[in-house]
């Protein structure tokens, strides 16, 4: 069983991460936007930034040419008809994902493998939306896909050995480290980094340090590359709370739930760098702590007000 094409399901961050990681390692890729209007933008986007990487002397005109000709963009699913693998990467809610696997299940074609890409949510319910859930599993990548080394492979119970086989060999042949994860609410990773990231914003609602505090403190004392604030906003507040509220249905614990706090700046729209604002205003350079976060009638200190998020990514 041998995967030589690839179809993406959703080209936003994620979605056009692996689909660039893929046509790079040379594989003919078909990337799909699912939101309406023209993939042009996150085309445009995608080639503006390889450009930019071309001037840098981080990638070759050669390479950066090879991986635009393997990439083909559409905002028709039914162009994944032909694709060996299909990997689905929208946005996190079980009843859109199900919807978009049976559309494709009646037009890919019967030995394709089907692929999700979700960070938290189960994927043998996933799998149930189809007639090939031994030909399911979920491929979790990490952001930003270019740079993150680890693929997260998780098979459900009726995944067959050979579609996992096919899934870590494709995983290698992008560079990557394929590790094999129990079908479990939040896998490994978020397993662990979901609760850490909730806590620290708890650690901020009682008061015990500001966001920067709490951010240095994370980098000096245990060497993370950036504080739990900034990877927050660089998730994006929404997926956050969404990995924080799927844990907490499956598993009922109250160390998973989303604290207040993240669900308030979630219904404020402060989803982090992509939208300007999350625990840091990015409108600025270097960007400070988002002001909203400050109690009302006071102002931040200078020092507060000056101190720049300590972003390394």
């Known amino acids: 069983m041998t995967i030589r094409s690839v179809g993406i399901l959703g080209c936003g961050t994620m979605g056009a991460g692996i689909a660039r990681v893929a046509a790079g390692a040379g594989f003919p890729t078909t990337i799909?936007?699912?939101?309406?209007?023209?993939?042009?933008?996150?085309?445009?986007?995608?080639?503006?930034?390889?450009?930019?990487?071309?001037?840098?002397?981080?990638?070759?005109?050669?390479?950066?040419?090879?991986?635009?000709?393997?990439?083909?963009?559409?905002?028709?699913?039914?162009?994944?008809?032909?694709?060996?693998?299909?990997?689905?990467?929208?946005?996190?809610?079980?009843?859109?994902?199900?919807?978009?696997?049976?559309?494709?299940?009646?037009?890919?074609?019967?030995?394709?493998?089907?692929?999700?890409?979700?960070?938290?949510?189960?994927?043998?319910?996933?799998?149930?939306?189809?007639?090939?859930?031994?030909?399911?599993?979920?491929?979790?990548?990490?952001?930003?896909?270019?740079?993150?080394?680890?693929?997260?492979?998780?098979?459900?119970?009726?995944?067959?050995?050979?579609?996992?086989?096919?899934?870590?060999?494709?995983?290698?042949?992008?560079?990557?480290?394929?590790?094999?994860?129990?079908?479990?609410?939040?896998?490994?990773?978020?397993?662990?980094?979901?609760?850490?990231?909730v806590d620290a914003i708890r650690t901020l609602e009682n008061g015990l340090a500001s966001v920067s505090e709490i951010d240095q403190s994370m980098q000096l004392g245990c060497g993370h590359p950036m504080g739990p604030f900034a990877l927050c906003d660089y998730i994006g507040l929404d997926i956050v709370f969404a990995m924080a509220q799927n844990l907490y249905n499956e598993f009922r614990e109250p160390r998973f739930a989303p604290p207040p706090l993240l669900r308030r700046m979630v219904a404020a729209g402060m989803l982090g760098k992509k939208r300007q604002k999350g625990f840091y205003d990015y409108s600025t350079e270097p960007a400070q702590i988002n002001p909203a976060l400050a109690p009302r009638g006071s102002t931040p200190s200078a020092r507060e007000e000056q101190r720049p998020a300590l972003r390394t990514v």
């Open 32 to 197: 799909v936007k699912v939101t309406p209007g023209s993939p042009d933008a996150a085309r445009g986007k995608l080639e503006a930034q390889l450009a930019k990487e071309v001037q840098k002397g981080k990638l070759t005109e050669e390479a950066r040419a090879r991986l635009v000709a393997n990439l083909k963009w559409s905002d028709k699913a039914e162009d994944l008809r032909e694709c060996d693998l299909v990997i689905e990467s929208i946005i996190e809610d079980v009843i859109k994902k199900q919807e978009f696997f049976d559309d494709l299940d009646g037009f890919c074609k019967p030995e394709a493998i089907f692929a999700s890409n979700t960070s938290t949510l189960c994927i043998t319910e996933l799998a149930a939306a189809t007639k090939r859930a031994d030909r399911f599993l979920g491929l979790h990548f990490f952001n930003p896909v270019v740079a993150m080394k680890l693929v997260e492979v998780i098979p459900t119970l009726g995944t067959t050995d050979e579609v996992v086989a096919a899934a870590q060999e494709f995983a290698r042949a992008l560079g990557k480290t394929p590790i094999v994860v129990r079908d479990a609410t939040g896998f490994v990773v978020n397993r662990l980094l979901t609760p850490y990231l």
